[in-house]
């Protein structure tokens, strides 16, 4: 533990200190470390690994929740700042200099840089096999999980940061390619020499299981990628794991739980009530995931965002220190349902949709406790049609629901003009202007 608070003060230290950015503007400051000095000794990787958790828990994340959220009205905006406002309207209007699609792409750009830069050094340094191989795994997590994120909210993402701001880009399929890629060859190196207890003990911490989360996010990625077969296995390597371990990103009074501080902690944004779903996904009476993520009635969004009913805060953003899942458990039952069905074996799909519908011990409290499904278990459309619907509550406020719109209504067609009320108002953000104004690479936006 002693080592751990050692490593995240030298981690917050390197993080302020403006390495491993994702452009080339800094000046030279002759006091700050050069990144060739911290990534050339394994207690400046243990650093470095510590810094991303410390950026990706805080920082991070709220961009992966709060554009999407904001899109496919998880969020109601109760401020009156341009970047919720514009993100709330969307349409064709929505600016590539608006800080509502800056902010995500530069933040996890940046993420993105510093685990390309953890994998570089685990590469480079003399270190022990168990270290090296649990170095690499975890920077290949972090970068999957930012690739993902980036594929999600834009049409094209650069695979790798570039020195000189002119990154190449890479269509959806190829990104996804290379997240399931980096998760495979993570899972490959510690099959091959299992983390030594000199990483584990320096870097992860107690509520985390890497190799659990590996899976998780590699079930993701293999589901939105259309590897069914592969995406049930992977999830099923998380479910059937004898490591009782819940990952969680974990908060303290000097780093505080990121989407507490945007909703409960401000008078910006609000959860929609009903998780802002509406007609036939309004989730049913009685439905335990209602209580736990959702509380009283807490007026009403700003009349220019749509004026939506909202609710209080609660589940995993109910106070500055709790707990956020790196991934819920659902999600790897609902990965399970929806590959099932797309492979049109539908008597597993509803056995799967039913383990989440009737559950009632979640290790985390996410509790639907209803009974079992009474739609047509012959229609493969209707079967997906209550996946999505329990997938947009169950993993509320995960940062899914955008690609899930997508993914399970790709024919939707999201009007031109700002919309409030649509399941989701854009399909890919336009790329920001600071990365055009920078890049020669950057694609042309997308229509909408």
């Known amino acids: 533990m002693k080592n751990i608070k050692i490593y995240t003060i030298i981690g917050a230290i390197l993080l302020s200190s403006?390495?491993?950015?994702?452009?080339?503007?800094?000046?030279?400051n002759p006091n700050n470390p050069t990144e060739d000095v911290v990534l050339g000794t394994k207690e400046g990787l243990f650093a470095l690994a510590t810094g991303i958790r410390q950026y990706y828990s805080v920082t991070v994340l709220r961009q992966v929740i709060e554009a999407p959220g904001i899109t496919t009205r998880e969020l109601?905006?109760?401020?009156?700042?341009?970047?919720?406002?514009?993100?709330?309207?969307?349409?064709?209007?929505?600016?590539?200099?608006?800080?509502?699609?800056?902010?995500?792409?530069?933040t996890i750009l940046k993420a993105k840089g510093m685990a390309e830069s953890l994998i570089d050094g685990a590469n480079t340094v003399e270190l022990a096999s168990g270290t090296k191989s649990g170095?690499?795994?975890?920077?290949?997590?972090?970068?999957?999980?930012?690739?993902?994120?980036?594929?999600?909210?834009?049409?094209?993402?650069?695979?790798?940061?570039?020195?000189?701001?002119?990154?190449?880009?890479?269509d959806k399929a190829t990104v996804l390619a290379e997240c399931i890629m980096l998760l495979e060859d993570a899972?490959?190196?510690?099959?091959?020499?299992?983390?030594?207890?000199?990483?584990?003990?320096?870097?992860?911490?107690?509520?985390f299981s890497l190799e659990k989360t590996i899976n998780a996010f590699l079930s993701r990625y293999q589901l939105m990628a259309g590897l069914y077969t592969e995406s049930i296995a992977s999830a099923n390597a998380v479910l059937n794991s004898s490591d009782a371990t819940n990952s969680m990103w974990v908060y303290d009074a000097n780093n505080e739980n990121p989407i507490w501080n945007r909703t409960v902690n401000s008078a910006d944004l609000n959860p929609q009530t009903n998780f802002g779903l509406t007609g036939d996904y309004i989730p049913e009476a009685g439905d335990g995931r209602i209580d736990f993520y959702l509380g009283a009635d807490a007026g009403f969004a700003n009349a220019d965002a749509g004026g939506q009913a909202l609710s209080e805060m609660l589940g995993f953003f109910s106070s500055s220190t709790a707990s956020i899942p790196v991934y819920l458990p659902g999600e790897m039952m609902l990965n399970k349902a929806e590959a099932y069905a797309r492979l049109e074996d539908l008597d597993d799909a509803v056995i799967q949709l039913n383990l989440v519908r009737e559950k009632t011990t979640d290790p985390l409290g996410v509790n639907a406790n209803l009974p079992a499904w009474t739609g047509d278990e012959t229609s493969k459309d209707d079967?997906?049609?209550?996946?999505?619907?329990?997938?947009?509550?169950?993993?509320?406020?995960?940062?899914?629901?955008?690609?899930?719109?997508?993914?399970?209504?790709?024919?939707?067609?999201?009007?031109?003009?700002?919309?409030?009320?649509?399941?989701?108002?854009?399909?890919?953000?336009?790329?920001?202007?600071?990365?055009?104004?920078?890049?020669?690479?950057?694609?042309?936006?997308?229509?909408?």
Do not use: Q
């Open 187 to 207: 899972n490959d190196a510690l099959a091959a020499d299992p983390m030594s207890d000199d990483f584990e003990t320096s870097v992860l911490w107690s509520s």
């Open 76 to 106: 109601g905006v109760t401020n009156t700042f341009l970047n919720i406002n514009e993100l709330a309207k969307g349409g064709a209007e929505l600016p590539s200099e608006s800080g509502g699609i800056t902010n995500p792409w530069t």
């Open 135 to 170: 170095l690499l795994a975890y920077g290949n997590l972090i970068k999957a999980m930012c690739l993902g994120a980036l594929i999600e909210m834009f049409e094209e993402a650069p695979i790798d940061n570039a020195s000189d701001g002119a990154a190449a880009f890479s």
């Open 383 to 448: 079967i997906l049609e209550e996946i999505y619907k329990n997938r947009s509550i169950e993993l509320f406020l995960t940062g899914l629901r955008f690609g899930d719109s997508k993914r399970f209504h790709p024919d939707f067609n999201v009007p031109l003009e700002a919309n409030t009320t649509n399941e989701r108002n854009r399909n890919y953000y336009p790329y920001p202007s600071i990365e055009r104004e920078n890049n020669p690479n950057t694609p042309d936006d997308p229509t909408i």
């Open 18 to 28: 403006g390495l491993f950015t994702a452009c080339d503007t800094e000046f030279e």
